[in-house]
């Protein structure tokens, strides 16, 4: 029999300089593989607990307690039992935390663990992990959603939306999709170029221009859009997030960029408004995660119209999901493992949300690494849909390049992006 024969954790760095953790498991067959934990910067207050030190390194952002947890608490649970069991190694852990949000543990380094024992046990038995994850049914290859334009939280400019993206829909294989998003994205810089605006990424690696107002990344999209030689609407669709939650004000929500606070209503208006103007097929976070009344107005006068992604509002949670689903609250979810905590709790919400019709969007986090485990994850639950940042910057390019790999591999996979909004 195959056990765990050893775990151990380091602290590495992510994407935007910050330190998370490198969990390594090694089984007694002598295989092993380790797995990065991201970490986001527009959080849910909902979300599982990510540790950190709070002492002087890293201006209190070190990860040595995660690890340590890692090296000692986590490492004495799960020595010698069967890695194959998914279930069994998270529920353990979760026991051993003894907490509803990891605070004991740390949600970083339960995931790590999570992650790494998957990734293990398929190099183990020799196959992909998204096969591993998801057995003979994982064919579907995700359209993605290009964050090519950066507001909010995620750059230092005057856009109050956090993201502004591009999903390719009428493209016959994922490869193509790739190669058309990314000539939009080229044509999107030549044209802030001429505006005299800066070239300068964001987090997600999406541009980040100083506009007039939140309308304007759309109208110089739709010019990108063209000048690539593609249809809006038909080759290519806008999908946002407004990251509301980030803006929300008593009573309201402040744009600070058109100098005017919004009702919940006047904000749903607003969307209603853009979508009549332009082909935006998603909205994600339209109001805050403590906007239930909103939310359900938007539902009712979006939903049949457009995706409406809940991330803050149901953090990959799937009693949260629940709710929603009884409230009639949003047709998406957002799926980030680190906000739940395991690979396992990550597909149960997962199954819950496909079971009553949810959309699901796998997405990465605005910190990121080159671990690639959501290009797998995302094809493996056949979420049809990923959202992974822009076509730039090694830590986006990574899963972007490792779906290709995997779409060269499953020869045959279906592509949704031409069925996903029709």
């Known amino acids: 029999?195959?056990?765990?024969?050893?775990?151990?954790?380091?602290?590495?760095?992510?994407?935007?300089?910050?330190?998370?953790?490198?969990?390594?498991?090694?089984?007694?067959?002598?295989?092993?593989?380790?797995?990065?934990?991201?970490?986001?910067?527009?959080t849910g207050?909902?979300?599982?607990l990510e540790l950190r030190d709070k002492d002087n390194r890293y201006m209190g952002k070190g990860v040595l307690k995660a690890c340590s947890n890692i090296n000692s608490t986590i490492k004495d649970a799960l020595i010698g039992i069967n890695p194959f069991d998914q279930?069994?190694?998270?529920?353990?852990?979760?026991?051993?935390d003894g907490t509803n949000n990891y605070s004991k543990l740390g949600a970083n380094a339960v995931l790590g663990v999570s992650m790494a024992v998957a990734r293990t046990s398929a190099k183990s038995l020799g196959v992909p992990l998204y096969r591993y994850l998801g057995g003979c049914n994982a064919l579907v290859m995700p359209t993605p959603m290009f964050n090519i334009i950066n507001g909010g939280s995620h750059a230092n400019n005057s856009v109050d939306f956090q993201e502004y993206?591009?999903?390719?829909?009428n493209f016959d294989n994922f490869r193509e999709a790739l190669r058309g998003a990314t000539e939009v994205y080229h044509s999107l810089r030549e044209i802030i170029t001429k505006l005299g605006e800066s070239t300068s990424l964001g987090d997600e690696g999406g541009f980040a221009p100083?506009?007039?107002?939140n309308e304007e990344p759309l109208k110089i999209i739709m010019q990108a859009i063209k000048k690539a030689g593609y249809k809006p609407g038909i080759d290519m669709a806008i999908a946002m997030d407004t990251a509301s939650s980030e803006f929300a004000v008593k009573g309201g929500y402040r744009l600070e960029s058109e100098n005017r606070t919004l009702s919940s209503a006047e904000l749903v208006d607003y969307f209603v408004d853009l979508c009549d103007k332009y082909p935006i097929v998603s909205i994600e976070d339209g109001l805050s995660e403590d906007d239930w009344d909103g939310w359900k107005l938007m539902s009712e006068k979006l939903g049949n119209k457009i995706q409406i992604?809940?991330?803050?509002?149901?953090?990959?949670?799937?009693?949260?999901?629940?709710k929603g689903i009884e409230k009639g609250v949003a047709n998406s979810i957002l799926i980030k493992p680190n906000q739940i905590g395991s690979v396992s709790e990550t597909m149960q919400t997962v199954r819950l949300a496909q079971r009553n019709n949810y959309k699901c969007v796998m997405s990465h986090r605005s910190g990121e690494?080159?671990?690639?485990?959501?290009?797998?994850?995302?094809?493996?639950?056949?979420?049809?849909?990923?959202k992974t940042g822009a076509m730039a910057r090694s830590e986006r390019t990574a899963k972007y390049n490792r779906l290709l790999e995997i779409e060269s591999e499953l020869n045959g996979s279906e592509y949704l992006g031409k069925f996903l909004f029709k």
């Open 1 to 42: 029999m195959i056990f765990i024969d050893d775990i151990f954790a380091d602290e590495v760095l992510d994407s935007r300089g910050n330190p998370t953790i490198r969990a390594t498991v090694k089984l007694s067959n002598g295989i092993k593989a380790n797995a990065i934990v991201p970490s986001g910067a527009s």
């Open 45 to 48: 207050k909902r979300e599982a």
């Open 210 to 213: 100083n506009l007039k107002d």
């Open 369 to 386: 690494s080159e671990d690639t485990f959501i290009a797998d994850f995302a094809v493996g639950l056949n979420c049809g849909e990923i």
């Open 309 to 322: 992604v809940g991330d803050d509002l149901f953090v990959t949670n799937e009693k949260i999901l629940s």
């Open 87 to 96: 279930s069994l190694v998270d529920t353990i852990m979760k026991n051993v």
């Open 165 to 169: 993206m591009i999903m390719p829909l």
